[in-house]
């Protein structure tokens, strides 16, 4: 056992001399503005209508880009959607973004994100990045044009809910992803426009953009492939992978336990819970952070992932049980407001998502460096201060 522990630490010596030297790379880069990204400046990252849709209906239509109709081509020969390669005549296509289609009924109405349509065929696709599915949306659309091939692209290629579907079969639905299909799109579009410099490294931009969205900026070490994959190294490598996660939870437990003293410490009158199954099962639950204050008779700040994997982390405001509906409380709408945390909206939340990457995605080495090191308390700690703060004279 003692041979195997040394071997273990051997090896990952090793791959933490290869991790600081890309991490001195990287310090270049930052220092360089290769890291700059005009979205992430602008706040439009998890915007569907401001960045995602907007964006890439600007590539699909014929316009300023200089690429003519070749992204287009190139988003239509995707192996997901399994067009047939004359579905559209290019030279036709209109690209409709927030389409009205009629005020909502229950199988009728709404908007549609994306609509192309030569004047034959149609392609539909709902964008889907944090937003909640509404009722019967895909079945509305599908009632609006019965013939139109329609596309559920979301973050990781996620089927549409039942809700959204309506009396619609799952099989009418094709589901694409930005993680994969999108980004691989993008990949092709930036050799398209290999002459045209300004949008190949807008696109470039862009990309980095969804692969902080879906925790995907690590590029592929091939230094720390090739180690691993050597005969010596693979059971090594199995050991670790076998006990990551069991180490990942303790690291959790530790850092709940560690924020609960120091949010007793450092904001008054303010005590915090978190609701999860077990501390063995961080990665599968979606753990909530509830922080209550004694003249916050209505509502909690609270804080959850919205996805399993500790991914798409949400910050705002949530009703107590007794509510009815957090939006007819114009008090808590108002500090919302004033906070930012009224980006979405149900009739239990108000709520955002944080801006930084390692915060919105605690599913990488980095966040859990943050739990490690108290930088990720000290996030929660202001943060909850803050709204403490900014609380006075409101009726919560």
Request: proline share 3%; net charge negative; glycine share 6%.
């Amino acid at each position: 056992m003692a041979d195997e522990l040394t071997y273990l630490q051997g090896l990952l010596t090793q791959i933490r001399g290869i991790n600081d030297r890309y991490a001195e790379v990287n310090k270049v880069y930052e220092s360089s503005g290769i890291r700059y990204n005009i979205f992430d400046v602008l706040g439009l990252t998890s915007s569907e209508v401001g960045l995602h849709s907007t964006f890439i209906a600007s590539l699909l239509r014929p316009g300023k880009h200089g690429a003519g109709t070749k992204f287009l081509e190139a988003f239509l020969r995707m192996s997901k959607l399994d067009l047939p390669s004359d579905f559209f005549n290019v030279s036709k296509v209109q690209v409709e973004q927030e389409k009205y289609i009629g005020p909502t009924t229950e199988k009728e109405g709404g908007r549609i994100d994306l609509i192309l349509s030569d004047g034959k065929n149609s392609l539909i696709i709902e964008n889907k990045i944090y937003a909640d599915d509404q009722t019967n949306q895909l079945l509305r659309y599908h009632n609006y044009r019965p013939t139109a091939k329609l596309v559920y692209l979301s973050l990781y290629g996620d089927k549409p809910s039942k809700k959204s579907l309506g009396t619609l079969q799952e099989e009418c639905i094709t589901c694409i992803s930005y993680k994969i299909d999108i980004v691989q799109w993008l990949e092709e579009c930036v050799q398209i426009s290999a002459n045209l410099p300004y949008i190949r490294e807008t696109i470039n931009q862009y990309i980095k953009t969804i692969q902080q969205l879906t925790n995907t900026s690590m590029a592929t070490n091939t230094e720390v492939i090739g180690l691993l994959k050597e005969q010596n190294n693979l059971a090594a490598a199995f050991a670790i992978r076998d006990n990551l996660d069991h180490a990942l939870n303790e690291i959790m437990k530790t850092f709940i336990e560690d924020l609960k003293r120091d949010i007793e410490q450092s904001c008054p009158n303010i005590t915090c819970t978190v609701d999860h199954t077990s501390n063995d099962t961080w990665f599968v639950d979606r753990p909530r952070f509830l922080f209550k204050h004694s003249d916050w008779k209505n509502v909690y700040f609270a804080m959850e992932f919205e996805h399993s994997g500790l991914r798409d982390f949400t910050t705002g405001f949530l009703k107590k049980t007794e509510v009815k509906d957090i939006r007819q409380l114009k008090d808590v709408k108002e500090l919302a407001h004033q906070l930012g945390y009224d980006k979405k909206s149900t009739g239990s939340w108000y709520w955002s998502y944080p801006s930084s990457p390692e915060i919105l995605n605690w599913n990488n080495a980095k966040s859990m460096e943050m739990l490690r090191d108290g930088s990720m308390i000290k996030w929660f700690v202001e943060t909850v201060n803050n709204v403490k703060t900014c609380s006075k004279g409101f009726d919560l």
